[in-house]
């Protein structure tokens, strides 16, 4: 009797309660906006970007990540299980224990992923819990979502972290697995009123490295006419590479040559002669 | 720096360290031939005082603006037998250690052997002091749940004030003559006892300044013979600099410089205090000074940093005195702890940041040098612009300045009793130890192992390694029903353990008090001129002694374990716990990795974990603080381990964090090495859990690799991050920035490295001089950081 009643209120809960499946909850997190920042890690993702350093955010399930950590001097594999479901409740009470921080920082909340607008219901509760706690807030999207949900949340977000890879459709879906008509649309939508937005921009050898690319980047920004922050040029690395391994996956090949210090000073001037704020890294 | 500075910082760089005899020798014949068996102690210690000074050799090297050695040679260090006696083993071991050693010369090694070992053999302070110990007590000791500090080394931990830089020799000999005549038989029994003591004083006093005469001979000496003119006029000036200071208070910046630094050769010849004296707010004492002569053209800029420069040498040309016995395991090293400090907030309680202190800054940053190590307090009055041309420094991967809270000094000195303003004046010395400058005496005693005793509860008052009853039988661990069972025995030895370590210090304070005054030293520290009672018996306006607690993390993860794993998870029983720890986790694997891996931490911002960092916190407080010292003041705790986490944890068998016998405890009240995987705010999060203001220092190491120092946002990100923690009464916090490649490859070449200085504890120190499990320990902080 007890246990029907249990799982009558658990099935119950399930239904009325939204709840989120991300892989990390990282604190001091330095590199995604304003601040000291916590950034929420969404675990699932529509694009299957061949460079991702973060392969845990693609698959929209739980998946068993073999990790080495050293073990008095020695190293022992650890099975762990990325991707756990968490209530609104359960984060807030993780974000809330760096409010200090947040407040002496000028920082604050970083929706990632993963894409999170893969789950919009669930990114929108907490966007405006954070804004009801007084905490700034920040969407880092690759701005493949329904327009609506797009249009939703960047009304309620303080700040997008807008990646952009490439403006040739071809391009993108030799590399992402999807089209862009749908993201430079979205893009679209940011004129005039909306959020601050940084759009950050992943350059991948043999992708979208060359300078070509970027002026045409740098058009499509422009011709948003979104409220542009800042812009930051990202550039490849292979410091996710391990990770795939340990999640049982294809790793895909590396890109290269490595692109040098040169190479990205001229890819930056690009936007600032432009009158961008230019960073390298984010 | 100019061609002086770099001579003489390469001259300090590249001297050898050497056991020298020359105050052994003189202390030996004071003793033996000239002690005047009928005056008081004090007087007696004054006079040898003098002896010293009078006979040592004085050394003025080339190029120096600074003069005064306190061995006849820089890095020359002396012994001091009459506390502690380095037998011939021991000058044989610190002759060819490969890491902290001192070459000891034949002549030194027949001279010990002849004529040093014979005369105090059985007769020093250490030997009366173990004498008096009791039975517990050494048992304690050998088994390693505490340290003694005095045993070798005097008390010493104080630092000047203010008012020393307005004084002279002749001011105090004024002092302690109205004090006399202030005595009155009628009306106080111990006005005798007092006379003596102000007399000593008077003879302490008058001997610096024949030293410092001795030095302005020597330099017109020099002068007449040079003939170089620009050096002949520099002489001439610095003769004439050691006939005014420290007899009268200093009227200008180079005066006020040589003045501290005869100061502080006195009080480092009087006796080996630990930690090293050391001129603690200097930006504060000096900025009259530079003001002063900067306005009336007599000094600029570029001379002030010369100066300085030439005064940082000396600190470092003074390494710690070379320990006896095993205790060198305990606390190895050279460096002698002398914390400059810098910023925090004037007396009146406004930002006391200053244009010395920006200068002092960029000494620091320029000299590199591991003496005299560096800090700066950070009031929330002081400019971000003074944290940030701090990480300037720390970012180079020098491991100094560290950062102290200011409003938490102040807080933790005025629930001690402490005047404001006296408060105000204070700072951290030594690591992170808490201090009223210029008015107290605040004493460290020892570390004490507080893994160590979780270890012996776990086995109900018995120490295995040692394999003896040390403590009270507070239970077998297989009939604790509770985790409250167990924190209840864990209580009862810790209170036990601090009765037995305590009761040695109160005998240890009388003796010194009684035995070895410091007639020098009392005269520089308020109120000791006033109340004509010596700096080791209570003369100082404050007396705190203080005990250390290592083994925070380690301790709050194995109750954390216990808690989890035994009482409610009841995944192990005790019985299956104990043995595994007995077996060192052998035939235990998989468990050990649930105890490493799947087992809440400290350091996390958990509460599940925390809470019992708090538990122990309460109970090590309880266990010590505002107990009566000798010395009419109170004991306090603080938490930190210098390097003791190492030497406390090759003493303790493995524990139920999941370490393994003989290794490393955690450091401070950082978390277990590796134990935190949340990142820098939860780690900041978890160590303002316990209550700061209730200690006298906390120590707290954080590792960054220098991508954290890359822009100016990141700048402003690490100042939040500081600010953040200074806001919920965090006490200390320190950068290491290394990456693990560049350590191991400095482990594997130390030739390529011998500059590379990292943050151990609560100071830094060579990394090449450092024993391997050190460096492996601080290789796998990094490691951890970087992946």
């Known amino acids: 009797m007890r246990n029907g009643l249990n799982l009558s209120l658990q099935c119950f809960q399930k239904k009325v309660k939204v709840q989120g ?25 529509p694009l299957n970007c061949l460079w991702c350093h973060n392969p845990e955010g693609i698959s929209g399930e739980p998946q068993t990540i073999r990790r080495k950590r050293p073990l008095n001097g020695d190293q022992a594999v650890v099975e762990e299980t990325v991707g756990k479901y968490f209530t609104s409740r359960e984060v807030m009470n993780q974000l809330k224990r760096d409010l200090l921080f947040f407040e002496e920082s000028g920082g604050g909340v970083t929706f990632s992923g993963g894409e999170p607008l893969q789950q919009p219901e669930f990114l929108k509760e907490m966007v ?155 | 720096m100019n061609s002086r500075v770099k001579f003489l910082r390469t001259q300090s ?5 050497t056991l020298n005899h020359e105050r052994a020798v003189l202390v030996t014949k004071f003793y033996r031939d000239l002690l005047p068996e009928n005056e008081p102690v004090p007087v007696q210690r004054a006079l040898c005082f003098r002896y010293i000074l009078a006979n040592k050799s004085v050394y003025i090297g080339e190029q120096e603006l600074i003069v005064g050695e306190r061995g006849p040679a820089p890095k020359a260090t002396p012994t001091y037998p009459e506390v502690s006696l380095h037998s011939l083993e021991d000058l044989d071991i610190l002759d060819s250690r490969p890491k902290v050693s001192f070459k000891v010369s034949e002549e030194t090694r027949k001279i010990f052997q002849e004529e040093i070992i014979p005369f105090w053999k059985g007769r020093t302070n250490r030997d009366k002091l173990m004498s008096l110990m009791s039975t517990r007590w050494k048992r304690s000791y050998e088994a390693g749940i505490f340290t003694e500090f005095q045993e070798q ?159 940082w040498v000396k600190f470092n040309n003074h390494p710690a005195p070379p320990k006896i016995g095993v205790t060198a395991l305990e606390s190895n090293t050279y460096t002698d702890f002398a914390l400059i400090n810098m910023g925090g907030v004037k007396p009146d309680g406004n930002d006391a940041v200053n244009e010395m202190s920006y200068l002092i800054l960029e000494v620091i940053r320029e000299m590199r040098l591991l003496q005299p190590s560096s800090m700066v307090q950070i009031s929330k009055k ?159 306006r404050y007396n705190t002694s203080y005990i250390q607690g290592v083994g925070l993390g380690s301790v709050t993860d194995s109750l954390t374990a216990l808690r989890y794993h035994v009482f409610e998870q009841e995944a192990i029983t005790m019985k299956g716990m104990l043995e595994a720890l007995e077996k060192d986790f052998k035939e235990y694997e998989e468990f050990h990795r649930a105890l490493v891996f799947n087992t809440p931490k400290y350091g996390n911002d958990n509460e599940y974990a925390d809470q019992h960092a708090k538990v122990l916190f309460q109970l090590f407080y309880d266990a010590v603080d505002g107990r ?53 705010t939860a780690v900041l999060q978890s160590a303002a859990k316990i209550d700061h203001i209730k200690t006298g220092g906390t120590l707290l190491n954080q590792k960054f690799t220098p991508s954290f120092f890359d822009d100016p946002e990141s700048y402003r990100k ?70």
């Open chain 1, 21 to 45: 499946l991300l892989f990390d909850i990282r604190r001091y997190s330095v590199h995604d906006g304003p601040g000291i920042r916590t950034t929420v890690f969404f675990k699932g993702c």
């Open chain 1, 128 to 282: 405006v819990l954070c804004r009801e706690a007084g905490i700034h807030t920040a969407v880092d999207t690759s701005g493949y979502a329904l327009e609506e949900v797009f249009r939703e949340v960047a009304g309620l977000t303080d700040m997008l972290l807008f990646d952009l890879k490439t403006t040739d459709n071809k391009v993108h879906e030799a590399y992402t697995g999807i089209g862009n008509a749908l993201i430079l649309k979205n893009l679209q939508s940011l004129k005039g009123k909306g959020p601050e937005v940084v759009v950050r921009i992943p350059v991948i050898p043999g992708v979208n490295h060359r300078p070509e690319d970027m002026q045409a980047i740098r058009k499509a920004i422009q011709d948003s006419g979104a409220r542009i922050e800042a812009i930051n040029l990202l550039p490849y690395h292979r410091l996710g590479r391990k990770k795939y391994e340990a999640l049982g996956m294809q790793e895909p090949p590396a890109f290269g040559p490595e692109i040098t210090s040169d190479q990205i000073k001229t890819l930056m001037k690009i936007f600032e002669k432009a009158g961008f704020e230019t960073k390298l890294g984010g």
């Open chain 2, 13 to 17: 760089l590249e001297a050898i360290n």
């Open chain 2, 153 to 311: 080394r005097a008390p010493g931990h104080t630092v000047l004030g203010r008012r020393m830089f307005g004084k002279g020799m002749l001011n105090l000999i004024a002092e302690c003559d109205a004090a006399l005549l202030r005595l009155d038989l009628g009306t106080d029994k111990e006005a005798p006892a007092k006379a003596a003591v102000l007399r000593a004083m008077k003879i302490a006093a008058q001997a610096l300044i024949e030293y410092s005469y001795r030095h302005s001979e020597a330099l017109d000496g020099l002068a007449a013979r040079e003939k170089d003119e620009q050096r002949r006029t520099e002489l001439q000036q610095m003769a004439s600099i050691c006939r005014r200071v420290p007899a009268y208070a200093p009227q200008t910046f180079h005066e006020a410089l040589q003045h501290y630094w005869f100061i502080h050769l006195g009080v480092i010849t009087e006796l080996n205090p630990w930690d090293s004296f050391n001129p603690g707010r200097l930006d504060q004492h000096l900025i009259p000074f530079y003001e002063k002569e900067l306005a009336a053209g007599s000094l600029d800029r570029e001379q002030a940093r010369e100066l300085l420069q030439c005064f």
């Open chain 2, 382 to 540: 002081n400019p971000d612009r003074f944290i940030h041309k701090t990480l300037d420094i720390i970012r180079t991967g020098f491991g100094q300045p560290s950062i102290f809270n200011t409003d938490a000094i102040i807080q933790q000195l005025l629930r001690q009793g402490k005047d404001l303003e006296d408060a105000r004046n204070g700072g951290a010395s030594g690591c992170v130890e808490t201090g009223a400058f210029g008015t107290e005496a605040y004493i460290l005693t020892g570390y004490f192992n507080l893994t160590k005793i979780l270890e012996v509860t776990l086995h109900n008052g018995f120490d295995p390694r040692t394999e003896r009853q040390i403590g009270p039988k507070t239970g077998d661990p297989l009939a604790f029903n509770s985790f409250e069972d167990l924190i209840e025995a864990y209580k009862k030895q810790i209170r036990f353990f601090a009765d037995v370590k305590i009761e040695g210090n109160l005998v240890i304070e009388q003796l010194f008090a009684t035995q070895l005054p410091v007639p020098f030293l009392s005269l520089l520290i308020d109120d000791c001129i006033a109340k004509g009672k010596d700096y080791n018996a209570g003369g100082a």
């Open chain 2, 628 to 680: 009566p010292c000798y010395r009419g003041g109170k004991f306090r705790i603080n938490m930190l381990p210098t390097t003791c986490h190492i030497y406390f944890g090759s003493v303790t068998g493995a524990m139920p964090d999941g370490r393994l016998a003989g290794k490393p405890l955690s450091e401070g009240i950082s978390p277990v090495q590796g134990a935190d995987q949340k990142g820098p």
């Open chain 2, 718 to 787: 690490l100042t939040a991050l500081i600010r953040t923690y200074f806001r919920m009464d965090g006490h200390h916090i320190q950068f290491n920035v290394v990456s693990a490649d560049t350590l191991r490859d400095a482990q594997n070449h130390p030739e390529k490295y011998r500059d590379l200085i990292v943050r151990v504890a609560g100071y830094s120190d060579y990394f090449n001089d450092l024993g391997e499990d050190l460096q492996n320990e601080i290789i796998a902080r990094t490691e951890h950081k970087d992946g």
